[in-house]
């Protein structure tokens, strides 16, 4: 017995694009003409790649082209890939809502998934009935729900309107009381996905952490697509990375997100490495530019790992205000990797600074590890609020180019987010 | 994990996805797994319907009391249809009661994969479950309403009516089942069908009161053979006339009774709904992309 858990071989699966209406009924019988000879079907010998931004010139396209993965027992694999990629369409035939049109998935085991929270919910029914009825949908037995009930009611934190309609529900405890269902779900294979982008940050923590320990407490597996890197890292240690319906790598998920991050192209919106910034006369100051260079001055998008990124701010401030303070942050994957505020270098501009143009050449923290990093510039009132913010303005990516021995930890294959070399002194 | 090598045949799999699947892989055993949810739809549906009504299940009565009363009105008192001797009111509420289960199964069953097809494009189970607890959670509601037909009878009887109830109403369970199949089966045929080409949507709705006064709801079948024998043909093979006869035959004593119509029945609904479930099941794996 091997230790694989899904198996999945030359999946394929075609669509049809455009509307279906009377030209419909002709291709269908053309293609039934085409099945009862024992020929191919003639529609899926011109279908294209799946690329949703060109024009094609066959109306069916390949959503996924020849899959080929397999999964062991006890996986957490996450699945990355652009809008588009088949991601949705992989969970899909994975959780069979729709059958594929070439190729064969086996299976070992239970498979339970959770395409969306609260699917098959009743606004009328109660909280309490909600459960069972979900947890059916589901495929829970009867007697299982009623093992897990008190759980799945601790875990949703909406014990107070178990017997109240669902309807009166914010939605937040809606997609809490959802997620606990199906948390509670006593299957070997859990398929998510991106179901977390709802919820309060304190249950989405939850939700990870109860994910976490599906997986690699109680040994089951777990599929979940996300397009947060951050928790994708966090929860699963394979990964799958789509391209326009094609695997382009499957393998270990820091090889995965990296590839996938690389891979989104650098337009507009994306790697920005300098901004301007209209004039807003009504604010006590405002933030007119940023740009990151390198130490020569020089503006780009991508830096070593031992190259200095350094970032301009200019900002215009209109009235003296007390407890002004500038901030940088950076953060890689959404976590905020360091920040620095201008009064931790100068503590008397927290008086406030005079009215006029501010400039300041900032040296990031360096050596920073391989990713994209993005910058964040506020003109703050200290620990009171914001007057001007740029949030997540500027984007830049780091790569390993060059080689310094005496710094190992930059190596991407280390799990940590800072690089650097700690002082060991033997006693 | 890594790209798939050739797994080894032999080996035991749970589960296989594969394009088609064969035509009589009916998922039976799956359906079976998920009855507890059967149970709970049904009840879903009983509950939620009526949520929020102040008559609530008051409303399973108000319909047929007032359809029974326009018949009364428009087919006895101003087209003056025979009713064989038993009270209108009776000989109405009858072929409405019986009619209506029929009806609302084929009805509802028949947008199965539309109205669900948020549910099903989100998660597996067998979708055969939802068309059956339609059919079941409409067996309630016929229930309910056939308390009132029995009031009614009681009532007549009390002021001293007389017609024969006998032993044919025995068959009772049989007529149930025979309705709820046939209807089941018709609903997911059209349901199936109506998956790519909405076409046959249109056509229900309106089709099924074309077929109920093809039936013998407002008449009597010995009337309808007496003055058109030319066309009668049409209601006698009805497939849900020899159901609607023996079901007032039964409780009434009117109408007419043969085992042959009643075989022929049965024959036509098992065939209907073994050929539904069929073609439900192969829409099922694909209906997802085109509905």
Redesign the interface.
């Known amino acids: 017995?091997?230790n694989?858990a899904v198996?999945?071989?030359n999946i394929s699966k075609a669509?049809?694009l455009g509307e279906?209406g009377t030209g419909?009924?002709t291709s269908?019988f053309e293609r039934w003409l085409a099945r009862i000879r024992g020929k191919e079907d003639p529609f899926l010998q011109v279908a294209e790649a799946n690329d949703r931004t060109t024009k094609g010139a066959s109306d069916i396209v390949w959503s996924l082209k020849d899959i080929?993965?397999?999964?062991?027992k006890g996986?957490a694999?996450g699945i990355v890939g652009r809008n588009g990629a088949g991601k949705s369409t992989l969970l899909?035939?994975?959780?069979?809502?729709?059958?594929?049109?070439?190729?064969?998935?086996?299976?070992?085991?239970?498979?339970a998934?959770l395409?969306?929270v609260g699917?098959?919910f009743?606004p009328?029914?109660t909280g309490r009935?909600n459960i069972?009825?979900n947890g059916?949908?589901?495929?829970?037995?009867?007697h299982e729900i009623k093992k897990h009930f008190d759980d799945i009611v601790n875990f949703s934190g909406v014990e107070r309107y178990i017997d109240t309609?669902v309807k009166r529900y914010s939605s937040g405890m809606y997609v809490r009381l959802a997620f606990a269902v199906a948390a509670h779900l006593d299957s070997e294979i859990l398929i998510v996905d991106e179901v977390l982008a709802v919820g309060d940050y304190e249950f989405q923590k939850k939700c990870l952490g109860k994910m976490k320990d599906v997986s690699q407490g109680e040994g089951r597996t777990v599929l979940f697509v996300s397009h947060n890197l951050g928790s994708i890292k966090n929860l699963c240690s394979?990964g799958?990375f789509l391209k326009n319906g094609t695997?382009q790598q499957?393998?270990d998920i820091d090889l995965i997100t990296d590839m996938y991050l690389k891979d989104i192209p650098l337009d507009e919106g994306d790697e920005r490495c300098t901004i301007n910034f209209a004039p807003q006369p009504d604010k006590q100051g405002y933030i007119t530019h940023l740009s990151l260079s390198d130490e020569t001055g020089t503006t780009k998008p991508e830096y070593d790992v031992f190259e200095p990124v350094v970032l301009t701010a200019k900002y215009t401030v209109k009235e003296s205000v007390l407890g002004f303070c500038p901030i940088v942050e950076v953060k890689k994957d959404g976590v905020v990797i360091f920040n620095s505020f201008l009064s931790d270098v100068d503590e008397t501009a927290l008086e406030g600074q005079e009215p006029g143009e501010h400039s300041y050449i900032i040296k990031l923290y360096s050596p920073l590890k391989k990713g994209r990093y993005a910058v964040t510039f506020r003109l703050g009132v200290l620990r009171v609020s914001d007057i001007d913010a740029a949030e997540d303005a500027l984007t830049f990516y780091v790569d390993e180019t060059s080689f310094d021995p005496t710094i190992r930890s930059y190596a991407s294959f280390r799990k940590a987010l800072v690089a650097t070399v700690l002082d060991w002194k033997k006693q | 994990m890594h790209i798939s090598t050739a797994s080894n045949p032999e080996e035991h799999w749970d589960l296989e996805i594969k394009p088609g699947g064969k035509l009589f892989d009916l998922h039976l055993k799956d359906v079976w797994h998920y009855r507890d949810l059967l149970v709970l739809l049904v009840r879903r549906d009983f509950v939620s319907i009526y949520k929020q009504t102040i008559l609530g299940p008051l409303w399973f009565f108000i319909q047929p009391i007032f359809t029974t009363a326009m018949y009364v009105f428009i087919f006895t008192n101003l087209a003056g249809i025979s009713t064989e001797g038993i009270p209108p009111p009776l000989f109405y509420m009858a072929g409405i009661t019986a009619w209506n289960y029929f009806a609302d199964c084929l009805n509802k069953t028949s947008s199965t994969f539309r109205d669900n097809a948020h549910i099903f494009g989100k998660v597996y189970f067998p979708r055969l479950i939802m068309p059956l607890s339609v059919v079941i959670s409409n067996l309630v509601r016929f229930g309910v309403q056939l308390l009132l037909f029995i009031a009614m009878i009681i009532y007549y009887m009390i002021t001293g009516v007389h017609f024969g109830l006998n032993w044919h109403i025995l068959l009772f369970p049989v007529i149930v089942a025979l309705m709820g199949c046939m209807g089941l089966g018709f609903g997911m045929i059209i349901s199936a069908l109506t998956t790519k080409y909405r076409d046959l949507a249109f056509l229900v709705t309106f089709g099924v009161q074309l077929l109920m006064y093809s039936t013998t709801v407002t008449y009597p079948l010995s009337t309808a053979l007496e003055k058109f024998p030319k066309y009668a043909w049409l209601i006698k093979y009805n497939p849900m006339t020899p159901v609607i006869e023996t079901f007032r035959h039964g409780f009434l004593g009117s109408g007419s009774f043969s085992w042959q119509s009643l075989a022929f029945c049965a024959c036509v609904t098992a065939s209907v709904a073994i050929i539904g479930v069929i073609i439900f099941n192969r829409v099922e794996k694909k209906f997802v992309d085109t509905v």
């Open positions: 017995m091997s694989i198996s999945v071989e669509y049809h279906i419909t009924i269908d080929n993965f397999d999964i062991n996986d694999v899909k035939l994975l959780s069979r809502v729709t059958s594929p049109t070439t190729g064969s998935i086996k299976i070992k085991g239970r498979i998934s395409l969306e699917t098959g009743h009328e029914l009935e069972f009825l059916a949908i589901l495929g829970m037995r009867k309609p394979k799958i695997l499957a393998g």
